[in-house]
């Protein structure tokens, strides 16, 4: 009963507070990568997605993309969260039932959904890519999009991986890479490549 009703209160409240946070927040975006209309793979660290769906709006006014999200209870609140935002969600981890993740992640970049993707989620270690990124581009010879939300005032969770809420009237600093192409890469290559761009804008 209390899951149920957890269901339906704290994914309205959530979407609401995001918005809240976003209008009352300055805001410095880099200009908007001109892209193509082939799906890109979005991805950011684990710790910063909650402000995440703005800038997909910069990308794509009308959304049309997969996030791939734990498929524990946090992560179904997170899942009918982000459904306010117009975005769907594929359950499940590349840590946990990772081929079956990874089949769906491909089957949606061919059907022509975007993928978002915490590449070191949903467990960690922190900052640190992990192969489904990697594999899923390759297969699909998909680009990728790296972006990071660095907010001026902001609440630090003492969780693995630093999640990080911005707090009212500071600054949202949003980063983006132009796409990126691994294809012909080898693994680990690509996981350097990625690691140091996504290292390319810090706090």
């Known amino acids: 009963m209390f899951r149920a009703m957890a269901l339906i209160i704290v994914p309205f409240l959530g979407a609401l507070f995001i918005r809240l946070l976003y209008a009352t927040n300055k805001k410095e975006l880099e200009p908007a990568v001109v892209i193509d209309e082939k799906p890109l793979i979005f991805a950011c660290w684990h710790g910063e997605l ?8 910069r990308y794509r006014k009308t959304p049309h993309a997969k996030v791939l999200i734990s498929s524990h209870f946090d992560g179904l609140l997170i899942s009918k969260t982000i459904e306010y935002f117009g ?3 594929i359950a499940g981890s590349t840590n946990r039932n990772a081929a079956k993740v990874l089949i ?44 990071r939300m660095l907010p001026t005032k902001y609440w630090q969770f003492n969780s693995w991986d630093k999640f990080t809420v911005p707090k009212p009237f500071g600054t949202l600093k949003y980063y983006a890479t132009v796409p990126i192409d691994v294809t012909g890469l080898e693994l680990e290559e690509a996981r350097n490549l990625l690691q140091e761009r996504l290292h390319d804008y810090e706090a």
């Open 104 to 147: 769906q992640g491909i089957r949606a970049l061919k059907d022509g959904y975007d993928i978002g993707i915490t590449p070191d989620g949903p467990k960690g270690p922190r900052h640190q890519v992990a192969d489904g990124i990697i594999v899923m581009a390759q297969k699909t010879k998909t680009k990728i999009v790296l972006i």
């Open 87 to 89: 975005l769907q969600t």
């Open 50 to 57: 909650l402000m995440l769906p703005y800038l997909y709006k």
